[in-house]
């Protein structure tokens, strides 16, 4: 493990050597993170939160910082997302005015480089960079808040409705010779009664093994309404690990949806901290995974105040050999009265020898609230499999409407309509690769 | 339309079909009664192809194919139909879009053109009246939160569009009141012709006020131990299944 912080070192220098004129607390920022890093060093299965999931293959792997990489107009409209009016598109984890989309945006919202806000937008953006996500006991948080030389900034000052979605779209690009690996970083910072909707996508246009390592983190105002989406649909071969820290303050409203639809080995946090009076989050998911794939999603709950409800649902899709977690923590402190949290987690599984671990995690500190949580893992319905094939419908079409109906409680809730549609289709055409492994067995 | 001969059948290894014979005919109404555990409903379900019986004997010949060689679906693309005893509540999946799915998945197999959306509402909008379809029970998910004769309802709504050859209604009376019955019945009618045949599974003969039979066969035991015209029903509301099954009649009288 020593060797690994050690192969990282000169990096985290070079990343400062290339930050000539970051100002100070930045650097501060960056030191801190880096010697954490080094510190703590990347997690084992023997750490609780990583027990299922073993990033020894991240580890022991050679990766190198992404370099510099051009994406053309083409290949942008080429990928599966990122087309909505609104873009800040990153390659390689670093901002690219050319095939971003941030004309017409309404006064005062700051939209495009973190880079570039640091020094810009200095009276806000210190108060939130590197203070949400905990890079103190978090390795891999540690990890991107050393090396992350830009990200996607975004920021709605207070009263401002974002009328049309806004895409951040982070796309992997290289020509697949070597291991690299990202660091994408973004902020939101979205002010009092500020509305908006926001994707964040991570795709690739590059082949082979490469590491994602990404941190978010979502700063929503008193009254502010946050719809998040985020799409990972990045190559087989590609690892993933992402957090994303979001604080909700009084009678906040903020909503995520999860779509993790490709990966090797993928692992979210999303952790939420329902931080005033009346703050509201919802943290949905879906995961789909065949092959030797695994999912592993984990998320917290912090009800710090009274009055603040929460709702999850994840549900997962697993073929093959593909393995899957769900951690569903939920804290309720003391001072959180009246909280109304309520938890729902199920998978399906399509083949024998697919698995999932699962923990709901309830740490309830207050005596007046109401806590309810539900898992579920099986298999397909064989009577209302029967039921439809009695009417008509093949094995195959009955299968795809009954896991059709599954993932729609959460592809449905997607208030963005080419994005739900763009779901969709990768839902159908995950299914066919499916069916053609196994017509092929 | 129809023979059976010699069926047998087991369901996890309980033999619970020991040799049925019948032989049902384009245009004809039967009605199979029999006591509970008679092997009714199974007789039912493995015309549908239920996965969880084996058959060990005999054979099902659908206009003279074999019934037992096709799968389910194929079955009910070539105008098989079973009203099923307890319709499966199916979650997430709109009840429109699922009849919409099963009557364009049999005119594919038909070679007919499928219905767009506007057509299909044509289509729901004829059958839906009949049978007392609103439209609430159209939009919500197949058959979850259903009332046991709304359940009912949505099944005999299933055949009237999907307008099979051989229906066979499972139990289609169980859970129902007078008016529903009324209702059901009334639509199990209007699909009576020449060309469709039918078989009402019952334990009583209440629904054959309505549904009026052709033959009328008693199972027991697994087998058919008599048959006659719609008056051996009235005659078994009278003296029950007892005097079947103890054998006082000579079967066939």
């Known amino acids: 493990m020593t060797q690994v912080v050690e192969r990282l070192q000169p990096w985290i220098a070079t990343v400062e050597g290339r930050a000539q004129g970051a100002p100070r607390w930045l650097q501060d920022v960056r030191d801190k993170a880096a010697a954490r890093f080094a510190a703590l060093g990347f997690p084992t299965v023997r750490d609780e939160e990583w027990r299922f999931t073993n990033v020894a293959p991240i580890a022991s792997t050679d990766f190198r910082p992404s370099a510099e990489a051009v994406v053309s107009a083409e290949q942008m409209a080429a990928l599966p997302y990122g087309n909505l009016p609104l873009r800040i598109a990153m390659v390689n984890g670093r901002f690219s005015a050319g095939v971003s989309r941030l004309q017409n945006l309404p006064r005062g919202v700051r939209a495009g480089s973190l880079a570039a806000a640091f020094t810009e937008h200095a009276d806000v953006v210190p108060r939130y960079y590197g203070q949400l996500a905990d890079f103190h006991s978090r390795s891999f948080v540690a990890l991107n808040t050393a090396l992350a030389i830009d990200g996607a900034y975004l920021y709605i000052p207070d009263g401002t409705v974002l009328e049309h979605p806004i895409e951040i779209l982070f796309v992997t690009a290289g020509d697949g010779s070597s291991a690299e690996m990202t660091q994408p970083r973004t902020l939101i910072v979205a002010g009092e009664r500020s509305q908006a909707r926001i994707v964040e996508t991570y795709v690739t246009l590059r082949e082979g093994t490469y590491f994602t390592n990404a941190v978010t983190e979502v700063f929503a105002g008193e009254h502010a309404v946050i719809d998040h989406y985020k799409v990972q649909q990045e190559g087989l071969e590609a690892f993933h690990i992402a957090t994303m820290q979001v604080n909700a303050q009084r009678s906040a409203n903020f909503s995520s949806h999860s779509f993790s639809l490709g990966g090797r080995l993928v692992r979210n946090d999303v952790n939420a901290a329902l931080d005033g009076e009346g703050a509201e989050v919802t943290l949905n998911g879906m995961y789909l995974a065949d092959g030797d794939r695994l999912i592993d999603n984990h998320t917290t709950i912090d009800h710090a105040r009274a009055h603040c409800p929460s709702h999850e649902i994840y549900k997962g899709i697993l073929g093959g050999r593909a393995r899957a977690v769900f951690n569903g923590k939920i804290i309720v402190r003391q001072d959180a009265q009246k909280t109304d949290a309520k938890q729902t987690n199920r998978a399906l599984l399509l083949s024998d020898s697919a698995s999932i671990n699962t923990k709901p995690q309830l740490e309830i500190f207050a005596d007046d609230v109401k806590c309810t949580h539900g898992a579920a893992v099986g298999q397909l319905d064989e009577d209302a499999i029967f039921y439809l094939r009695a009417r008509g419908l093949t094995y195959f079409e009955a299968r795809d409407m009954l896991i059709h109906a599954f993932a729609g409680e959460i592809i449905d809730r997607v208030q963005i309509e080419p994005l739900r549609q763009a779901l969709e289709a990768e839902l159908y055409a995950q299914l066919a690769n499916d069916l053609a492994e196994i017509d092929a067995a | ?253």
């Open chain 2, 1 to 253: 339309m129809l023979q059976i001969k010699n069926l047998q059948v087991k369901a996890e290894d309980k033999q619970i079909l020991t040799g049925v014979d019948l032989h049902v005919k384009a245009g004809q109404v039967h009605a199979i009664m029999g006591p509970n555990g008679s092997g009714k409903s199974t007789l039912a379900r493995v015309i549908a192809g239920h996965p969880e019986y084996v058959v060990t004997g005999g054979e099902v010949l659908y206009e003279g194919r074999d019934l037992l060689e096709m799968d389910p679906d194929e079955r009910a693309r070539e105008g098989v139909f079973m009203a099923f005893q307890y319709p499966v509540e199916i979650a997430g999946v709109n009840n429109a879009y699922f009849l919409k799915a099963a009557v364009n998945a049999k005119r594919k197999h038909l070679g007919q053109p499928e219905l767009d959306a506007m057509e299909f509402m044509e289509l729901i909008k004829e059958k839906s009246k009949l049978l007392e379809i609103n439209q609430a029970m159209l939009q919500r998910a197949v058959n979850e939160g259903f009332s046991g004769g709304e359940k009912k309802r949505n099944e005999i709504f299933q055949m009237a569009l999907l307008e099979p050859k051989l229906a066979v209604l499972d139990e289609t009376d169980s859970g129902l009141d007078i008016d529903a019955l009324k209702t059901v019945a009334a639509g199990v009618n209007t699909m009576r012709g020449p060309d469709r045949a039918i078989i009402v599974v019952t334990h009583y003969q209440r629904l054959l006020d309505y549904i009026v039979p052709d033959h009328v066969h008693v199972l027991s035991a697994g087998r058919i131990v008599k048959s006659g015209g719609k008056e051996l029903a009235l005659e078994l509301e009278q003296k029950g299944y007892s005097w079947i099954e103890t054998g006082a009649q000579p079967v066939g009288a």
